[in-house]
């Protein structure tokens, strides 16, 4: 039977410095934290210390979200790509030290100068993820991919996309499912439908299916009772990651009731 469990992403605590994240993990109310590798918490050997320490402490298993802020792996020019693949690297890195069950990236994006390459954005995002799943094996994490909202210049938003990547990648890589990004476009059954089995990792928060507001859990839109039927009638087994900004205890609690 699918084993299914409810986790948090910090993300809603970005803005705040690393001494605050610490104290809020110590205080969680689930034990499957995603920690994101950007911003005030960009990740060090001491944080990665730190970080070692509380999950111990607290017997917390963390996942770990890649830096996005500026990350392109589709970016035209090569020097920039092997800079952003190293960054992500050092990610991949950290979260081997903290054992972290699964590391989550961002697709690459068009640029001012895509418009004058037709495909060249494709070609570098398809040999991007290659690069990245080796790097993946040399550091003994998996990786996942996730599917990110309209209107930005995302490669990856719909099941179209995903499903001539998955075609074109011929090797094999886990979805994170986002569904607020995929309420968006409407196409959450969908994924769901096309995906079931590719599903890794699934990000929950809500929105009014125009902007990305990572609000809380049926704080918008999102037809999660739907959601939890469809994603029950598949073989996925893992973490729903609450990736809210707000109303973080009554997210879990709705997710536990509908999934567990
Ligand atoms: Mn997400």
Request: net charge negative; aromatic share 10%; proline share 3%.
């Amino acid at each position: 039977m699918a084993k299914i469990d409810i986790g948090l992403s910090m993300l809603h605590c970005l803005g705040e410095p690393f001494s605050n994240l610490c104290e809020r993990l110590r205080i969680a109310p689930v034990n499957y934290i995603e920690l994101v590798d950007d911003g005030w918490h960009t990740l060090d050997k001491a944080k990665v210390k730190t970080l070692g320490e509380i999950a111990e402490s607290y017997s917390l298993v963390y996942t770990l979200h890649s830096p996005f802020a500026d990350i392109n792996i589709a970016a035209p020019a090569e020097d920039m790509r092997n800079f952003v693949l190293k960054r992500l690297d050092r990610s991949m890195d950290f979260a081997r030290e903290l054992e972290c069950r699964i590391v989550v990236f961002h697709p690459g994006f068009r640029t001012g100068i895509s418009s004058f390459y037709p495909e060249m954005d494709w070609k570098n995002n398809i040999a991007s993820v290659r690069k990245l799943l080796e790097l993946a094996r040399k550091c003994e994490v998996n990786i996942a991919i996730e599917n990110c909202p309209e209107p930005f210049g995302f490669l990856l938003k719909d099941v179209k996309q995903f499903s001539r990547f998955f075609n074109e990648l011929e090797e094999e890589i886990g979805l994170v499912l986002d569904v607020g990004h995929s309420n968006i476009n409407g196409q959450t059954r969908e994924f769901i439908e096309t995906f079931g089995d590719r599903i890794v990792h699934i990000h929950a928060h809500d929105n009014d299916r125009k902007h990305d507001l990572h609000l809380g859990v049926s704080f918008g839109t999102v037809d999660w009772k739907q959601f939890a039927e469809d994603i029950k009638g598949t073989v996925f087994s893992g973490l729903v990651i609450v990736e809210s900004i707000n109303h973080l205890e009554e997210s879990i609690v709705t997710l536990r009731k509908l999934l567990i």
